[in-house]
Nanobody
Framework: QVHIVEAGGGLVQTGGSLTLSCEVF????????MGWFRQPPGKEREFVST????????YYADSVKGRFTITRENGANVVRLQMDNLNVDDTAVYYC????????????????WGQGTQVTVSS
């Protein structure tokens, strides 16, 4: 069974940066599309970013485009989300997920999920 563990969340001030990491245990990491989603307080979980197995395709939600960067390192089974110029609207639990198909913005396409890591941005 694929096991996903996120790390790197924390408290940061507006305008600051954080890098989230996600490590995948078991499964064949290089075959998976990887995605990041987030759930703000009191809201539904939403798409943030996704990256294809070979890093050739990357997509971002409009709300994070130009501020967040997704990367992956297949040799280490790790995907990262570099988050810059954070604002209070980025406060959320961030989830990493793996999908067998191509890059997708839809949660239903992701078979494996981590437990999430909290990101809090203070004003």
């Amino acid at each position: 069974q694929v096991h996903i563990v996120e790390a790197g969340g924390g408290l940061v001030q507006t305008g600051g940066s954080l890098t989230l990491s996600c490590e995948v245990f078991r499964g064949t990491f290089s075959m998976y599309t990887m995605g990041w989603f987030r759930q703000p307080p009191g809201k539904e979980r939403e798409f943030v970013s996704t990256i294809s197995w070979d890093s050739g395709l990357k997509y971002y939600a409009d709300s994070v485009k130009g501020r967040f960067t997704i990367t992956r390192e297949n040799g280490a089974n790790v995907v990262r989300l570099q988050m810059d110029n954070l604002n209070v609207d980025d406060t959320a639990v961030y989830y990493c997920a793996a999908a067998r198909g191509g890059p997708s913005r839809h949660q239903r396409d992701y078979a494996y999920w981590g437990q999430g890591t909290q990101v809090t941005v203070s004003s």
